[in-house]
């Protein structure tokens, strides 16, 4: 899928602005605070309906304005479509796809994308939530019922959170929890099934990748881990259901002491090794980076499997971050589909991709 075609009216530091994009890759560049980062955040709501830096809508609009417009012309599935995005203050925000209204689940039907930042630099070494968030992200947009799944699993985890939280002093609430608890139990179970699944494309399709990118030198794997109770993460729904419950109940004075809900899919992780070792305790730095881009360009490649096309990549800031032969990987594996990088300057990316040069100042484009 390509993005042809972006306008942007009152969008975080952009006025009214629009541009054109190549089907293959563009270099956004610019000084720092000119806007590279916000147009990114643009084309990735196009597939997802929500910033990859903040949770409110407000944020978006230009200071001082009432709402913010994208409008981007895209090419998917073999047809030309529009999408559409309004976010307005203080109501929620409307979403078109070819002139029909669609939910933000929706929108990953007709754009897919995949992100790296800086950030996902660290997603080796830094916390579970990190790898979560990779996982969540991706399944969201190949699995719409996930993304609904996932936001009813977060209401319930707040709304539990809050019980045990609140009970000393508000007694009442314990009337809920257990049907909290089997709200969420439920929701686990789904979750669970899905990220077992696609723990295992992830590991399947970056393994040859790192192997590639270390010449031959390191094999990557990835295990899904979800809580010792469940005992298989591949087993039904309902089986996977009754290893919560059963733990949930095992551990209901537990939960009420400490205030916190001690099992469900909040507590899952990717266990992930280069040569049997585990990369959070021993890989070295150029290795959790290997690593990490390994799993980044899995991502790309599972879109593909999946929708047979490949999803727009939108790399911010990372080229930069990484040394030469990192960077040449990158731009070597990213051909065939579309992407947009940023960086302060062309540092030659341009070159040696071909494409499109887009100079962003000040909120314009040049
Ligand atoms: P860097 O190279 O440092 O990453 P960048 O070009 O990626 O810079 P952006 O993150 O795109 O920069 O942000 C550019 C500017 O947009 C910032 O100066 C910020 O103050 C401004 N900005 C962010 N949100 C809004 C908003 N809602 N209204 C107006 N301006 C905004
Ligand atoms: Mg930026």
Redesign the pocket.
């Known amino acids: 899928m390509i993005v042809r075609r972006i306008a942007l009216s009152c969008?975080?530091?952009y006025e009214f602005e629009s541009t054109e994009f190549d089907a293959g890759t563009n270099v956004i560049c610019?000084?720092?605070?000119?806007?590279?980062?916000?147009?990114?955040?643009a084309v990735y709501m196009l597939s997802t309906g929500r910033s990859f830096?903040t949770r409110f809508d407000r944020?978006?609009?230009?200071?001082g304005?009432d709402g913010?417009d994208i409008l981007a012309e895209v090419s998917s599935h073999g047809r030309e479509q529009s999408v559409n995005l309004r976010m307005s203050q203080g109501r929620p925000k409307r979403i078109l796809v070819n002139s029909v209204k669609k939910t933000a689940g929706e929108l990953s039907e007709t754009v897919n994308t995949v992100l790296f930042c800086p950030d996902d630099l660290n997603l080796i070494k830094e916390g579970a939530a990190v790898r979560r968030r990779l996982m969540d992200n991706a399944i969201c947009q190949i699995r719409p019922r996930y993304a609904e799944i996932l936001s009813d699993f977060n209401k319930l985890l707040e709304n539990k959170t809050r019980i045990l939280k609140d009970w000393r002093d508000k007694p009442a609430l314990l009337d809920t929890l257990d049907d909290f608890s089997d709200g969420l139990a439920r929701a686990s179970a789904q979750l669970i099934r899905y990220r077992a699944a696609f723990a295992l494309r992830l590991s399947e399709a970056a393994a040859p990748i790192h192997r590639d990118f270390s010449d031959g030198l390191e094999e990557l794997s990835i295990r899904y881990k979800t809580v010792s109770s469940v005992k298989d993460p591949f087993a039904s729904a309902r089986e996977i259901y009754y290893d919560i419950c059963e733990h949930q109940e095992r551990h209901r004075e537990a939960e009420l002491e400490s205030a916190q809900c001690l099992t469900g899919a909040h507590k899952d992780d990717l266990d992930i090794d280069i040569n049997g070792q585990s990369a959070r305790a021993f890989a070295s730095q150029g290795q959790t980076r290997t690593a990490a881009l390994s799993l980044k360009l899995a991502e790309r490649e599972i879109f593909l499997r999946e929708t047979g096309e490949y999803p727009v990549l939108l790399l911010?800031?990372v080229l930069s971050e990484l040394d030469g032969k990192r960077q040449a990987f990158v731009l070597n594996r990213i051909g065939g589909g579309q992407t947009l990088i940023?960086c302060?300057e062309d540092e030659g990316i341009s070159r040696k991709t071909g494409g499109r040069v887009i100079f962003?100042e000040g909120?314009r484009i040049r």
């Open positions: 969008f975080r530091n610019g000084r720092n605070a000119q806007g590279k980062t916000n147009l990114l955040e830096r944020e978006l609009i230009s200071f304005a913010a911010d800031d940023t302060c962003v909120g």
